[in-house]
């Protein structure tokens, strides 16, 4: 019998730092940031506003991984989207150390470039599905080659624009 579970992160903050990109040994890009988010609240009778903030660790992977590196810089205001994740490993003095941090898969620029003319568009989506796109991409080029195709590829083509504005995330949508 299987029990269901969830692990589920969504965070809203600001990058503390510039990502850093790296890959694996077999090719594999991987890009790591951090990100703060604040909380706020009155607190006792007096009604005191105080305020926190959080630090999280995120990590990402292959095409994202690449598009973090080239679109985020620190400061930037984004919404992440992922899976916690608890590693363990021994220091070479022998000490054990832990790290929990967040396996980011879709993230969303909230805020727009600070650095010209070239401002993207507020609030675009990135997604970690890349069997997705590249099935989108071979149906593309494969409608080219005859005139029903093209038709066909206008019907697939207004679909695949559905599917897609769906899949991003207004801000307005997330409950807190």
Request: glycine share 6%.
């Amino acid at each position: 019998m299987s029990s269901r579970s969830l692990n589920k992160v969504m965070l809203i903050g600001n990058l503390t730092r510039d990502p850093e990109l790296r890959y694996t040994p077999n090719g594999t890009a991987v890009c790591s940031f951090g990100l703060a988010t604040n909380r706020s609240w009155a607190s006792g009778d007096e009604g005191e506003r105080k305020e926190e903030t959080e630090f999280h660790r995120i990590v990402t992977w292959n095409k994202l991984a690449e598009l973090c590196s080239q679109l985020l810089s620190k400061g930037r205001k984004v919404y992440v989207e992922g899976r916690l994740q608890t590693r363990s490993w021994e220091t070479p003095d022998g000490e054990k150390r832990q790290a929990t941090e967040i396996v980011a898969e879709d993230m969303v620029v909230l805020d727009s470039r600070r650095d010209g003319p070239a401002a993207e568009p507020h609030g675009e989506a990135y997604h970690d599905e890349p069997e997705i796109k590249e099935k989108k991409e071979t149906k593309k080029e494969n409608t080219d080659t005859s005139e029903k195709a093209e038709k066909d590829s206008g019907e697939e083509k207004k679909k695949t624009e559905k599917e897609e504005a769906s899949d991003d995330i207004d801000i307005d949508d997330i409950p807190f």
